[in-house]
């Protein structure tokens, strides 16, 4: 029996919250491996939506869900998150979530350094949401994080609390700052202890024995693998590894013990925030796939970027994510399109290249090649087999999966979690 994980192939924003809340279903254990709060999940089941941006959306079907060591945790964006699933009816005791004891902790002195350098006129915008995610991988790579754990150790938390500020408080007051008093912080992180220490556990114990006993296991991936901070459009690029393996590293749980790799992506390209988007449109048609498909990100507000699919771009996070098979969501965003383009390969400098450079001169350079396809008039939305596709957008996945070289497991057809097709379980072996 395969673990599943699921990652975003394109820069997020592509559906991963209503594919990992169908897997949900037949998975026992739910896993978030890295990020924090910087991504939302939007789930709709019987037409009402839940809104996720840290907690696992297994929480919603009941399911065991795991914080893992690669997250970064905001402990009071945690309780507020909790409160309001709860009020929506959404269990949430610490027998269904587990965090890791090892988890680093989001305080206020990153967000405020976070919002300062993305607001400032000198440097490079990256786009961050401003909810201290950077700032807090930064300090953990540092050796100087505070950790969920240090939380439990009260005696000796004022001690490390103090470590800490002697770095952000010598920041500080290189950028003309207050330097921050420890007694705040400590004050800060006392207040919400006794909310989020029932939840804590060594999880990587808590996955191996689920792992020994058989369980489904099914690691659910925030943002995409073209935000990565290794393999992504670098610097424009989120602060953690986004890629599959970040599933094993960021959980506890081995690399042999991942069977199955889920690619989400959408029939066409989206990205928030700033950097280079090879296949981006300002005409008509992007204006068109921003309105039909709603995109506005769940936790911003921010108005998404545009663009037709970039098979490029997709067939390289095929790479360097080991994908077995992706999910094609958003398929009836298309329906009603005279002709679709898809970008085959680049121009750079008057060479046809293959793969997205490195360098961000080169990859603000690039020109995108098209292939043109046949649109279609029918609608998609719903369909639940391919008997109810039209034949041109069949036409049109088959295009795709032979342009990125893996096959479609599954495909999407609305926001609804019933209105899938099912091509291949990935739970299977």
């Not at 100087?144 to 500080?172: F, G, Q, Y």
Request: charged fraction near 25%; aromatic fraction near 6%.
């Amino acid at each position: 029996m395969a673990n599943v994980v699921v990652v975003g192939s394109q820069w997020g924003d592509e559906g991963k919250g209503k594919i990992v809340d169908w897997l949900s279903e037949r998975a026992d254990v739910v896993v978030r491996y890295q990020g924090g709060h910087n991504a939302g999940h939007t789930l709709v089941i019987d037409g009402v939506s839940y809104k996720l941006a840290l907690l696992p959306s297994g929480l919603v079907q009941g399911k065991l869900s795991v914080i893992g060591n690669g997250v970064v945790v905001d402990p009071h964006h945690f309780v507020n998150e909790l409160e309001r699933l709860r009020a929506q009816g959404v269990k949430i005791t610490p027998e269904l979530l587990r965090i890791a004891d090892n988890a680093p902790l989001i305080l206020s002195l990153h967000r405020e350094l976070d919002a300062i350098r993305e607001d400032s006129n000198s440097g490079l915008k990256i786009g961050t949401t401003k909810r201290g995610i950077g700032p807090a991988y930064e300090d953990k790579v540092g050796r100087r994080a505070i950790r969920l754990v240090d939380l439990s150790e009260p005696d000796t938390l004022m001690i490390k609390i103090e470590r800490l500020l002697t770095h952000h408080n010598a920041l500080r007051r290189g950028m003309g700052l207050v330097e921050i008093e420890a007694q705040k912080i400590y004050d800060e992180l006392t207040a919400v202890a006794a909310d989020i220490l029932p939840f804590m556990d060594q999880v990587w114990k808590v996955l191996d024995d689920k792992r020994k006993a058989g369980d489904r296991i099914l690691f659910e991936g925030a943002q995409g693998a073209l935000l990565d901070n290794d393999h992504g459009t670098y610097p424009f690029v989120t602060s953690s590894n986004t890629v599959a393996g970040q599933a094993a590293a960021g959980s506890g749980l081995g690399p042999t013990a991942i069977g199955y790799v889920l690619g989400i992506t959408k029939a066409y390209t989206t990205r928030v925030g700033e950097g280079p988007f090879p296949c981006e449109l300002d005409d008509e048609v992007g204006k068109h796939l921003a309105v039909v498909g709603r995109e506005v990100g769940v936790n911003t507000g921010r108005p998404r970027r545009c663009g037709w699919f970039d098979a490029v771009l997709v067939r390289q996070t095929v790479k360097t994510s080991g994908i077995t098979g992706i999910a094609l969501t958003k398929l009836d965003v298309l329906d009603g399109l005279k002709e679709i383009k898809v970008c085959v390969g680049y121009e750079l400098d008057g060479s046809r290249i293959d793969y997205l450079p490195a360098s961000m001169g080169a990859q603000a350079r690039v020109k995108p090649i098209y292939e043109t396809l046949e649109g279609w008039s029918e609608t998609t939305a719903g369909a639940r087999s391919w008997a109810e596709l039209p034949a041109q957008a069949i036409k049109y996945v088959r295009f795709i999966e032979e342009q990125i070289g893996t096959p479609v497991a599954m495909l999407s057809t609305s926001p609804e979690r019933l209105d899938t097709i099912l091509v291949v379980d990935p739970f299977q072996d």
